[in-house]
């Protein structure tokens, strides 16, 4: 079983710049949500998506867009780069179900290292 | 408005000895808490979680703790190991985690170092 696999693992952009980050879900799961965690702070919701829709979304300005495909990998787009943006984001796949048969928990990738000069 | 509080940046023990880590809440709507360990260069790791209807979890050498009424739990390490020096979060959501529609709000973590 493959986990949650995240591209790049490390970016340096420059002010103004767009940047797209992609997360590959692990096999089965059909929820991704996406992390802010900047340095020495806990990680913060930016959105989540659940079967290709946006399912909820953290206080993060609309310059913070996603995407989630049909094989339920996603993509997280930051466009108009600012100094602030620079920290490590990471995506967590899960199990989610209007039904309720979950998984209890979200399983997190290594995440991408962005770096904004 | 910090929801979940981890007041301890740091947190250093003797091996074989207890970690005793602790996390705070304020929003009485969360029902579901996880703690996650991370180590540097990788992404946070589940260890143990608790639904708000128990107060107790236990899974081999971690235990977690929850007092509803003082909005507070905790995570007891026993016996440290080095391994387990990494930083630990605290994170809660409304229902379980893994659910659509259910976020993590993340307290900002304590850093566990284990002396052997």
């Known amino acids: 079983e493959t986990g949650v696999t995240q591209s790049p693992t490390h970016l340096i952009k420059t002010r103004g710049q767009q940047v797209t980050l992609r997360c590959s879900s692990q096999?089965?799961?059909?929820?991704v949500s996406w992390y802010q965690q900047a340095l020495g702070q806990g990680p913060q919701f930016i959105f989540q998506y659940y079967r290709e829709e946006e399912n909820g979304r953290g206080n993060f300005p609309p310059r913070f867009s996603g995407l989630q495909f049909p094989n339920y990998s996603s993509e997280l787009n930051v466009n108009a780069l600012e100094l602030d943006d620079s920290a490590l984001y990471l995506c967590?796949?899960?199990?989610?179900?209007?039904?309720?048969?979950?998984?209890?928990?979200?399983?997190f990738g290594p995440g991408t290292r962005l770096t904004v000069l | 408005d910090q929801q979940v509080k981890q007041n301890s940046p740091s947190l250093s023990v003797q091996e074989g000895r207890i970690s005793i880590l602790n996390c705070d809440y304020t929003n009485s709507m969360f029902d579901y808490f996880l703690w996650y360990k991370k180590y540097p260069a990788e992404g946070p790791t589940f260890l143990i979680s608790i639904s708000s209807i128990k107060d107790k979890n236990e899974d081999g050498r971690f235990t977690v703790f929850l007092n509803k009424s003082a909005k507070h739990l905790s995570l007891h390490i026993v016996p440290s190991q080095p391994g387990d020096s990494a930083v630990y979060f605290c994170?809660?959501?409304?229902?379980?985690?893994?659910?659509?529609?259910?976020?993590?709000?993340f307290g900002g973590g304590t850093r566990l170092m284990v002396k052997p």
């Open positions: 967590a796949s899960s199990l989610g179900s209007l039904s309720g048969n979950t998984t209890d928990t979200q399983y």
């Open positions: 096999s089965g799961h059909n929820t």
């Open positions: 994170a809660a959501s409304w229902g379980p985690a893994g659910n659509a529609g259910n976020m993590l709000t």
